[in-house]
């Protein structure tokens, strides 16, 4: 058992407490007092927040960082530069297992306790299904000591090839419904958008997805997305989602960053969850999501960083701020308490993941001491509002992931952080 103690706000979702001891067990946060002998972490002059759960990740381009040429340019100019920087390198369990421990090393070390890995780059041929590639990310997880969501994506797949490699996977991971007891594995399905997969692909991986009681997930209404859809099919990408069964309660939109006000009201009414990416699309140019928008009109809305080839840090509380700053532009102005909510619960509900991103009795113990106490937090009168406002770059002080603690004082306690840093380093250097 766990207490942490002394700090100066704890903001559990629901309310924010001062004076609150926060007591972990194993299987999540508990009312009891804590039991006699119980380690106590110390949170004096922190905010504690629920763990940041990042619902829209690429870990393997962790790997492929300010690559030339892949910097403020069109989508169609931008994907096949990665794809030849993904063949140069070569995708195998190897490189899998290497970038997803740096990406995870790098969430947790920002505050983020789950990371939702849309995984869309995969071998042309896949003995095993693609099943090594997914546990190679699933054991990376496993040692840093964060949770995983490994959605099997695909981006021009074979359909049938993408299906089989699903189920493969799910069979493999998880247990029926898709997670597993102990909440620190869940495997979703997600092709990469209109504009890279077909029809069959949509239909045949929610097909796998109602066999294992999967979440689905997908990317819509960037910038390549409405051109393509216009282009092949002379529709809107949510016209064609939704005649594919694919705006329903349990999928999930990233992006949307060129959404009209009737689609708004559309996606409100289908029940689906968005995911929020502006570290991803506001520097590329690829367009302003008004989540603000989505959100007034009911749609729950999360945040992700996407991937490493698009946005170069995996900082989600600085993700949350930038979305806090661009709010205006696309719509309303956020506040810091609504977009820390979105990086929270909103994630976590996208996931189907109720038992994350709050802290409430019967969730999973998963917390964030952020030290407020420093230089660059004096003079701020709110220090929950300041966690995003002040200091862009701020990394927690502990991290506590199931009741254990895999940051403390910054550093990591589960794999060396120069051990990761060395393994990606030598890899990419053989390779290149």
């Known amino acids: 058992m766990l207490i942490v103690r002394g700090a ?41 927040t629920p763990g940041l759960v990042n619902a829209h990740h690429h870990l393997l381009q962790t790997a492929f960082r300010t690559l030339p040429g892949t910097r403020g340019v069109p989508m169609a100019q931008w994907l096949p530069t990665m ?12 490189l899998a297992h290497a970038a997803a421990s740096a990406g995870l090393a790098e969430a947790l070390l920002c505050g983020v306790t789950t990371v939702a890995d849309h995984h869309l780059t995969w071998p042309a041929a896949l003995p095993d299904g693609g099943v090594g590639i997914a546990t190679a990310t699933a054991t990376a997880a496993r040692e840093l000591g964060a949770r995983l969501v490994f959605v099997r994506g695909s981006a021009r797949d ?10 493969a996977i799910a069979a493999a991971l998880v247990p029926a419904g898709g997670v597993t007891p102990d909440g620190t594995l869940q495997v979703a399905v997600g092709p990469a958008g209109v504009h890279s997969d077909a029809p069959e692909t949509f239909t045949l991986l929610a097909e796998v997805a109602a066999r294992h009681g999967l979440r689905r ?12 859809a216009e282009q ?29 006000s009737a689609e708004v009201a559309r996606l409100a009414a289908t029940g689906v969850t968005a995911t929020h990416a502006p570290g991803c699309d506001l520097p590329m140019g690829w367009g302003v999501a008004p989540m603000a928008a989505l959100a007034d ?21 600085a993700d949350a701020r930038l979305a806090m700053q661009v709010a205006p532009l696309a719509g309303r102005p956020v506040s810091a308490r609504e977009v820390l909510g979105w990086a929270t619960r909103g994630s976590a509900d996208g996931l189907g993941r109720a038992d994350l991103g709050r802290l409430t009795v019967g969730a999973r113990a998963d917390l964030v001491c952020w030290d407020v106490t420093g230089v660059a937090d004096t003079g ?3 220090p929950v509002a300041g966690l995003l406002w002040a200091s862009p770059g701020r990394r927690p002080r502990h991290v506590v992931v199931g009741g254990r603690v895999v940051v403390r004082d910054g550093v990591l306690q589960t794999v060396p952080e120069a051990d990761v840093v060395a393994r990606l380093t030598a890899l990419l250097g053989r390779r290149r």
Do not use: F, K, M
């Not at 074979?158 to 189920?167: E, G, I, L, N, R």
């Open 83 to 94: 794809a030849a920087a993904y063949a140069a390198v070569g995708v195998d369990d190897e």
């Open 297 to 317: 009109a009911g749609v729950p809305v999360g945040l992700g960083t996407s991937g490493g080839g698009s946005n170069d840090a995996g900082h989600l509380l």
């Open 232 to 260: 092949r099919y002379g529709r809107r990408p949510l016209e064609l989602l939704d005649e594919w069964g694919w705006l329903t309660p349990d999928v999930t939109l990233a992006h949307l960053c060129a959404v009209t």
């Open 158 to 167: 074979d359909p049938q090839d993408a299906a089989a490699s699903t189920d």
């Open 217 to 228: 997930r997908t990317q819509a209404n960037e910038q390549v997305d409405v051109v393509i």
């Open 8 to 48: 100066r706000v704890v903001v559990t979702g629901e309310a924010e407490l001062t004076g609150a001891d926060v007591v972990c067990s194993d299987d999540g946060l508990v009312a009891a007092a804590a039991a006699p002998g119980a380690e106590v972490l110390d949170a004096t002059g922190c905010v504690v």
């Open 380 to 382: 701020v009168a709110d």
